[in-house]
């Protein structure tokens, strides 16, 4: 069971580059997010999609862009990093709202620009 | 602006004591309140979780209790034992629209050590 893949792991980006986070999950779940976690921040949503087809801003969206590309994968794209996005990303899914189950992360993506 | 307040931001106790770790919320529309385990170099995975008609619910050694009128909500593990060491966060979500996805609001997390 595979859960919620995300890669990749690790990654350093030079000011100005860009990079696509990928996510993909093996549950049919039909909502998938993006979140960032910094120390003494906890999580903080980047994006989400209810379902495939739509997606939706976060409460930190700026900087990003993302992908519903079917309902299984959701990207995350960067298209200039900035030294303010390291942090290590967490795409999520849920059996709809999530409410009976909850959200099943994935283990993360570090990210460093520098 | 943090809508979901928690405390402490570390918590250090012996084997088998009740660490108790606190949550504050603003937003009365808050209609779930979750309590989500992280492990090192892992994410984040529900506990426990709450609604707001009840002031207490129990799994395991895990409790969450409630107050509404002073929107607090707080988790308690009994006996806690070295391998509950890791981070907790404390949630809370509204539904913004019926059948859409919720969005989940965290705390700032708790790093909780359990000495042997």
């Known amino acids: 069971n595979a859960g919620v893949t995300q890669t990749p792991k690790f990654q350093v980006l030079k000011t100005g580059q860009s990079m696509t986070l990928q996510c993909a999950q093996d549950?049919?779940?039909?909502?998938m997010y993006w979140y960032r976690q910094d120390p003494g921040m906890g999580l903080r949503l980047i994006y989400y999609?209810?379902?495939?087809?739509?997606?939706d801003k976060g409460e930190v969206p700026n900087g990003y862009n993302v992908s519903r590309l079917n309902k299984r994968e959701f990207s995350l794209r960067l298209e200039s990093a900035a030294p303010s996005q390291t942090s290590v990303y967490f795409c999520?899914?849920?059996?709809?709202?999530?409410?009976?189950?909850?959200?099943?992360f994935g283990s993360g993506t570090r990210l460093t620009v520098v | 602006q943090q809508q979901v307040k928690q405390s402490p931001q570390s918590l250090i106790v012996q084997k088998g004591g009740i660490p108790i770790i606190n949550c504050a919320y603003e937003?009365?529309?808050?209609?779930?309140f979750p309590w989500y385990q992280q492990f090192p170099g892992k994410g984040p995975a529900l506990l426990i979780a709450?609604?707001?008609?009840?002031s207490e619910k129990k799994e395991g050694r895990f409790t969450i209790s409630f107050n509404k009128s002073a929107k607090q909500f707080s988790l308690h593990i009994m006996d806690s034992q070295p391998g509950d060491s890791a981070t907790y966060f404390c949630?809370?979500?509204?539904?913004?629209?019926?059948?859409?996805?919720?969005?989940?609001?965290f705390g700032s997390g708790t790093q909780l050590t359990v000495l042997p």
């Open positions: 999609s209810a379902s495939e087809g739509t997606t």
């Open positions: 549950m049919n779940h039909n909502s």
């Open positions: 709450i609604r707001p008609d009840v």
């Open positions: 937003n009365t529309a808050f209609d779930y």
């Open positions: 999520a899914s849920s059996e709809g709202s999530g409410l009976r189950y909850g959200y099943t």
């Open positions: 949630a809370a979500s509204i539904r913004r629209v019926v059948g859409s996805a919720r969005q989940l609001t």
